[in-house]
């Protein structure tokens, strides 16, 4: 009997070994060069999820293009900083640059390199430089691990605390305070103004003692040192830890020692690989390698923020640069809410809900030290970037998905304080008097502004309906109906009014505005574009105004076959079918919106022309700013076949999935599987029971269980 148990328990452990060995990869399928080349503004580098640091190579630290500071074509390179942001419009970050190299270079440090030897993957980066340096690069989630392999023992490295990825600014340090504490430590500060103003601290430390170093002089404008250091290595190898943190060196020293107390390079690597996995694994797809590969580094997009900034004893520095203790551990920064409000943080809320109180526990420290709510924060600063105030949805949305680890009675009055104070782009005054924003009182942006506040107005008063506060419900109701103010029923259009009332004259539907490019009545889109904005929250509202649902159909129908102006990617004006713009996010929803039409097959044919024509798995993968992941959730979503037309109410629109089977492992250990004919044509079943709806419910969806459109 024991010999029987014994070899029962040998089959039972090698069982268990083989699964575990079989388990699958998921970072193979994951490229960060998706998104390098052109308008999508990723990094190649490494990082973890929800991390504080992002080493990787800078091409060039100022302009448009360098956002992220790397364009996949460029073939040269500055160096190494070790923070970077994903996706976005404008640069920041790119904090201590490193540069290794064996010869004086005098002035110029940038470096060529064999673009063939250029690797990376989830968690990790390498590239072989033109004098034959080896760069390797990883990250814990706030310590950045970079590793030089020399071709000799005679080693350099260029250490300059006074790059950064610039945006219209040709000075970004105010102030700074390093210090070379031996010959393997530099510590310091650096006080930047750019995008935001903020407070970074570091400490750098080395495998090796530096010989010396000699400071280079300070070029006009600069407040921050620049360094060469000269090694004598033992094994060609040089390896360099930088911690950072938002409150002291001592909190940067710490977060180094707790995370990164060894110097095992390799380990650091599979730790990260083994920590992407479990993210990773949250869905699997049945699909071709091609469309694997393109899901995967949506996913990886998808996680690279927020980054919580938060120290590991939880302290972080706020918005009003007072030192404080984080619940849980945990405060977010960048926080590209205009564009993720839509659909990546719904997405969080299935796939990550753990994180969920911590963002919206974030929203409301930020509202405490700021006075409003954020509205996009970068390294716990506001930059007061885009229009509305796209927190409240963020916050509604989560208390209507039973999220109850936060506040909501605080969270409604910082809803009230944000849509009543004025503060950058919100003059609450102006829109209450007039039901609008005027654009003969505001310099730029009057419809859009109107619009978007609209969307918030009504998540304010579907938070305030839920607590059982009537009045702040009823006021809210009526302010998110200002945006029928602006529709003007001749054109069939949202168009700019005067505190008279008149229309805007001469009337351009078709003509892009921007307020960096072109101002005028709309934010990175044109009339057309925008004219939709309302049906995030008022679908019904809207096809009364068009005059039905016939007239409805009608205007999609014009709306994604209506030439216009050439593409233009500083106006929004890309990715386009028709009017519709993938490239930017006002659109995102709009080919969703068949499913309330006469016609939802068609919309289901234009969603899966958007979701092939418009994604890669090239380096030119992401068509438009990926946006610190809202580009991506697009596409994940879409895979999935549903997406949140409305994304406060946990209602998910069905559309069209783009794979065979999709496997969603959900918390409490419960899965959705997603199974699909792949026609257009279908009905639909949850748990074997037909459903008549035109969406799905969050509730329903961590519930589990088996979706099928057939």
């Not at 060609?236 to 830890?241: G, I």
């Not at 102006?565 to 079918?577: P, R, S, Y």
């Not at 250990?669 to 792949?678: A, H, P, R, T």
């Amino acid at each position: 009997m024991k010999k029987a148990l014994l070899i029962l328990f040998a089959i039972v452990l090698f069982q268990g070994c083989s699964k575990k060995e079989e388990a699958t990869d998921f970072t193979q399928f994951v490229n960060p060069f998706i998104g390098t080349d052109g308008t999508g503004h990723t990094f190649p580098g490494a990082c973890l999820p929800f991390g504080m640091v992002q080493p990787s190579p800078d091409n060039v630290d100022i302009g448009w293009d360098y956002t992220s500071g790397y364009q996949y074509k460029n073939p040269e390179i500055l160096g190494f900083s070790q923070t970077h942001l994903s996706g976005t419009g404008i640069n920041d970050l790119g904090d201590v640059l490193l540069l290794p190299f064996v010869e004086n270079k005098g002035e110029n440090f940038k470096t060529g390199y064999n673009k063939k030897t250029e690797k990376a993957s989830p968690g990790t980066y390498s590239v072989t430089l033109n004098d034959s340096i080896k760069v390797n690069l990883t990250a814990t989630e706030r310590v950045a691990f970079n590793q030089f392999v020399y071709p000799t023992n005679k080693a350099k490295l260029l250490v300059d605390i006074q790059h950064g990825l610039r945006f219209l600014t040709d000075s970004l340090v105010l102030d700074s305070k390093v210090s070379i504490e031996n010959n393997n430590t530099i510590s310091g500060y650096c006080h930047n103004k750019n995008w935001v103003e903020r407070k970074y601290f570091f400490t750098l430390t080395f495998d090796t003692s530096f010989l010396n170093a000699t400071e280079l002089p300070k070029k006009p404008k600069e407040k921050a040192p620049r360094y060469i250091l000269d090694f004598e290595l033992k094994n060609k190898t040089l390896q360099a830890k930088i911690a950072f943190s938002t409150v002291s060196i001592e909190g940067a020293k710490n977060n180094l020692k707790t995370e990164l107390p060894h110097w095992d390079f390799e380990q650091t690597v599979a730790n990260a690989k083994e920590k992407w996995n479990d993210y990773l694994s949250k869905i699997e797809i049945e699909a071709p390698l091609k469309q694997k590969q393109i899901f995967y580094t949506s996913l990886y997009h998808l996680f690279t923020q927020p980054s919580n900034i938060a120290d590991v004893d939880g302290q972080y520095r706020g918005a009003d640069d007072k030192i404080a203790k984080a619940p849980n551990g945990e405060y977010y920064s960048t926080l590209s809410l205009w564009d993720t409000y839509r659909a990546a943080n719904p997405l969080y809320t299935i796939l990550v809900p753990e994180r969920v109180n911590g963002f919206i526990n974030t929203m409301l420290l930020h509202h405490k030290a700021a006075g409003y709510l954020p509205i996009w924060t970068d390294w716990g600063q506001e930059n007061n970037c885009m229009i509305g105030n796209h927190a409240i949805p963020i916050i509604t949305d989560a208390y209507n998905k039973g999220f109850k680890g936060f506040d909501a009675n605080e969270a409604l009055q910082a809803m009230i304080e944000t849509t009543n104070k004025n503060h950058p782009n919100n003059d609450w005054d102006l829109y209450n008097t007039y039901g609008y924003y005027p654009f003969d009182k505001i310099d730029n942006e009057a419809v859009s502004r109107t619009l978007e506040s609209g969307y918030d107005d009504y998540c304010v008063a579907l938070l305030a309906e839920k607590l059982g506060n009537k009045a702040v419900a009823e006021t809210y109701y009526k302010r998110a109906s200002y945006y029928k103010n602006l529709f003007d029923k001749n054109t069939g259009l949202m168009r700019g009014k005067e505190t008279n009332g008149n229309w805007r004259t001469p009337f351009e539907p078709l003509k892009p505005t921007s307020p960096m490019n072109n101002p005028g009545d709309y934010t990175e889109a044109n009339a057309w574009q925008y004219s939709w904005a309302s049906t995030q929250h008022d679908v019904v509202g809207l096809t009364q105004l068009l005059g039905g649902k016939e007239q409805f159909t009608k205007q999609l129908n014009t709306f994604f076959t209506l030439s216009g102006e050439k593409d233009n990617k500083h106006l929004g004006q890309e990715g386009m079918i028709g009017q519709y713009a993938h490239g930017n996010e006002p659109s995102h929803h709009i080919s969703y919106l068949y499913a309330f039409s006469n016609e939802p097959e068609k919309g289901r044919k234009l969603i899966t022309q958007i979701y092939n024509q418009f994604y890669n798995n090239t380096p030119n993968g992401i068509t438009g700013n990926d946006d610190c992941g809202q580009m991506s959730a697009w596409y994940i979503l879409t895979t999935l076949g549903f997406y949140p037309v409305n994304p406060a109410t946990g209602e998910f629109v069905f559309g069209m999935p783009q794979v065979k089977k999709a496997t969603l492992h959900l918390k409490d250990n419960k899965k959705l599987i997603v199974v699909s004919s792949g026609n257009s044509k279908y009905t639909i079943k949850l748990n074997e029971k037909n459903s008549t709806k035109n969406s799905i419910s969050y509730s329903q969806i961590m519930n589990g269980g088996n979706l099928t459109f057939e």
